[in-house]
């Protein structure tokens, strides 16, 4: 199975800050690579999807970018609501496997 | 807009089997236009995908509970169906169903969770 690897794995910002997590795949993956939040008590919520596309309804403060090995989730102006967990998830090869997540929290 | 509902006992003893029903609102299953998957978290942990199951009959499992598990599609009831057989401990957790779209890997519909544990 391909491993991904997230950092960092905890992170604490202040609303406003400018915040980047990196995940990492053991392979080639390309672009089939997405980035999911979780609030406490909820599902996740898909963000962003093969690699770099914004999901309908999320707001264009979150972006994504990188392809093959390489992936980062940028969220450029962070608001009250973005203090959560973040998950990538490659869907290259099957089984599809998720980062352990990175955990934002308010400093 | 499309909704899942997972149900099924919150408590199954150790060696028995873990079954869940996830009901779909909002969109047909036998459609095709999506892939319908099972996903579960641990207690305070990450996230793990079980497998997926679409309408023709077509399924892959993680490899990891592939000797366990069955998945199956109801589409009179638009119900999707998840066994797990031999749990242990280890089984304990929250379990989602998603609809999975394969093309683009989007798991964008989500169940809001059912939390099984295995427990004597």
């Known amino acids: 199975a391909i491993q991904m690897t997230q950092s960092p794995s905890s992170l604490s910002a202040s609303v406003g800050d400018r915040v980047t997590i990196t995940c990492r795949a053991d392979?080639?993956?390309?672009?089939?690579l997405g980035w999911y939040q979780q609030t406490p008590g909820k599902a996740p919520k898909l963000l962003i999807y093969?690699?770099?596309n914004l999901q309908s309804g999320v707001p264009s403060r979150f972006s994504g970018s990188g392809s093959g090995t390489d992936f980062t989730l940028t969220i450029s102006s962070l608001q009250p609501d973005d203090f959560a967990i973040y998950y990538c998830?490659?869907?290259?090869?099957?089984?599809?496997?998720f980062g352990q997540g990175t955990r934002l929290d308010i400093k | 807009q499309v909704h899942l509902q997972e149900s099924g006992p919150g408590l199954v003893k150790p060696s028995q089997t873990l079954s869940l029903t996830c009901t779909v609102s909002?969109?047909?299953?036998?459609?095709?236009?999506?892939?319908w998957t099972w996903i579960r978290q641990h207690p305070e942990k990450g996230l793990e995908w079980i497998g997926y199951?679409?309408?023709?009959?077509?399924?892959h499992y993680n490899p990891s509970l592939k000797s366990r598990l069955n998945m199956s599609i109801d589409i009179s009831k638009n119900q999707l169906s998840l066994s797990l057989r031999s749990v242990t401990a280890a089984d304990t957790a929250v379990y989602y169903c998603?609809?999975?779209?394969?093309?683009?890997?989007?798991?964008?519909?989500w169940g809001q969770g059912a939390l099984v544990t295995v427990s004597s």
């Open positions: 392979q080639d993956i390309g672009k089939d």
């Open positions: 199951t679409y309408h023709g009959g077509t399924t």
């Open positions: 093969s690699a770099s």
């Open positions: 909002g969109a047909s299953i036998s459609s095709g236009v999506d892939y």
């Open positions: 998830l490659q869907d290259h090869i099957y089984p599809l496997t």
């Open positions: 998603a609809t999975y779209g394969t093309t683009l890997g989007k798991i964008e519909h």
